[in-house]
Every structure is written in C-alpha cells, then in structure tokens.
Nanobody, 124 residues
C-alpha cells in the first residue's frame, strides 16, 4: 500500500520561502497522481497543486500559481512543493496526497484518497 510522509513545514516570515517534501513508498510513480493540499483553521481542505501520473503535467490553484512549484526527484520517490512569496496570515496544515490510476492520466481533486499526516506551515 502507499505510504506518504511529509516534512519541511515550519514558521516563516511573509515574503519568505519554504520547501515541503513528501516521501512516498509502496507505489509505482508512473501510475500515481501526486498532489499537495492544505487545510486552514476552520476551513475545508483545499487543493494547492497536483501532477499527473508520471509527472508530465502540473496544475495549480490560481491563488498560488506563479509562486508555488510542484516537482519530483529523478527517481520520482519524492514529491516537493516549493513555496515562495508566502503571504501573511496563511497558516495551514499541508498534506501530501496520492491516487493510483493509469500512466499519464491527470486526476480530479476529489479522487485523491491516500494522505500523509500533514505538516504545519505558519506565515507571520
């Protein structure tokens, strides 16, 4: 089964940068969509960025487009989220997510069904 472990969260000042990492095991990266979601206090979890199975295409929420980048290492065992120009007050728990599918396919946000434990990001 797929297991996801996030790291890299922390506190950062507004305008700063942070990189989140997600180590995935038990899956074929060429047939698994990967994504990052976040949940702000009192709000529902929302999609931030995701990539198609195999990583050919990336998608971003319009609120983060141009500031956040999702990518994988060469082995595709780690999925990263580079966050820059972080805005004040955006405190959230960021979750790595996965959905096994077919090679090359993009996934809908609602399809992601495997989750990491989350990592806290605080911007002040």
């Amino acid at each position: 089964h797929v297991q996801l472990v996030e790291s890299g969260g922390g506190s950062v000042q507004a305008g700063g940068s942070l990189r989140l990492s997600c180590v995935a095991s038990g899956f074929d990266p060429h047939t698994t969509c990967m994504g990052w979601f976040r949940q702000r206090p009192g709000q529902e979890r929302e999609a931030v960025a995701d990539m198609s199975a195999g990583g050919e295409r990336n998608y971003y929420d319009r609120a983060v487009k141009g500031r956040f980048t999702i990518y994988q290492d060469d082995a595709k065992s780690k999925t990263f989220l580079n966050m820059s120009a972080l805005r004040p007050g955006v405190t959230a728990v960021y979750y790595c997510a996965a959905h096994p599918t077919t090679a090359g396919r993009s996934c809908y946000d609602s399809e992601f069904d495997i989750w990491g434990q989350g990592t806290q990001v605080t911007v002040s």
